[in-house]
Nanobody, 126 residues
Framework: QVHLVESGGGSVQAGGSLRLSCVAS????????MGWFRQAPGKEREGVAS????????YYADSVNGRFTISQDNAKNTVYLQMNSLKPEDTAMYYC???????????????????WGQGTQVTVSS
């Protein structure tokens, strides 16, 4: 059973930064495409960024491209999401997810990811 645990959320002012972490256990996570998603109240869950096993593929949503950076540390079984220049519209619950294959091919939909963490809240005030 794959287990994903996110951390690093919090409240910041617009223009600030946060770094989210996702620790994976239960399998060799470095063999999977990993993604970050977010969901604001009343909205659908949307993809933010994804990274393939080995880091050869990285994809970002247009809304965060240039501000967010996804990375991974295989030794720590951890995926990160560095979020800079945060905006109020970035406020949401952020989730880590894993696919059951190494390649991502694209950012992907939430339905394409089989494993999910419990989420960490990010709140950006203006």
């Amino acid at each position: 059973q794959v287990h994903l645990v996110e951390s690093g959320g919090g409240s910041v002012q617009a223009g600030g930064s946060l770094r989210l972490s996702c620790v994976a256990s239960g399998y060799t996570y470095s063999g999977a495409c990993m993604g970050w998603f977010r969901q604001a109240p009343g909205k659908e869950r949307e993809g933010v960024a994804s990274i393939s096993a080995g880091g050869t593929e990285i994809y970002y949503a247009d809304s965060v491209n240039g501000r967010f950076t996804i990375s991974q540390d295989n030794a720590k079984n951890t995926v990160y999401l560095q979020m800079n220049s945060l905006k109020p519209e970035d406020t949401a619950m952020y989730y880590c997810a894993a696919r059951q294959r190494r390649a991502c091919f694209r950012l992907g939909l939430a339905t394409e990811y089989g494993y999910w963490g419990q989420g960490t809240q990010v709140t950006v005030s203006s």
